[in-house]
């Protein structure tokens, strides 16, 4: 069994595209983490994932105004790793099919006014 959870904050605004009889909502997340060497020196890295939370269509979610930008969730779920090309570098990454998620804080989205 493979099973990955996570904490971190979305990177993105939750976009959503439509497979047959289920939604997929698409976000990514990013997870912090600090630490200081044996020397004492401090060092922060900082690892993204490309997440996906699979609903069924007849079902009305609230989740693109969720998973917005800066928004910080407790995820579950599956892990797996894909590989694309960029240049001359093949890239690695790691996407993660959500099967359980806990709202942390959420980062309402701002609108911009401007005077006309």
């Known amino acids: ?5 996570l904490i971190g904050n979305v990177g993105n605004d939750a976009t959503e595209t439509v497979h047959a009889d289920k939604k997929a909502i698409h976000f990514s997340l990013c997870v912090n983490e600090k630490y200081k060497t044996k020397t004492g020196e401090e060092v922060e ?15 009305q979610t609230n989740y693109l105004n969720l998973f917005t930008k800066g928004s910080t969730f407790y995820l579950e779920g599956t892990p797996n790793i894909y590989t694309y090309n960029k240049g001359n570098e093949t890239i690695a990454g790691i996407s993660l099919n959500v099967d359980y998620f ?9 609108q911009e006014v401007t005077n006309d």
């Open 1 to 5: 069994m493979r099973k990955l959870t």
């Open 45 to 59: 890295k900082a690892y993204w994932y490309d997440c996906t939370l699979w609903v069924p269509t007849s079902k």
């Open 102 to 110: 806990k709202i942390i804080r959420i980062k309402e989205k701002t």
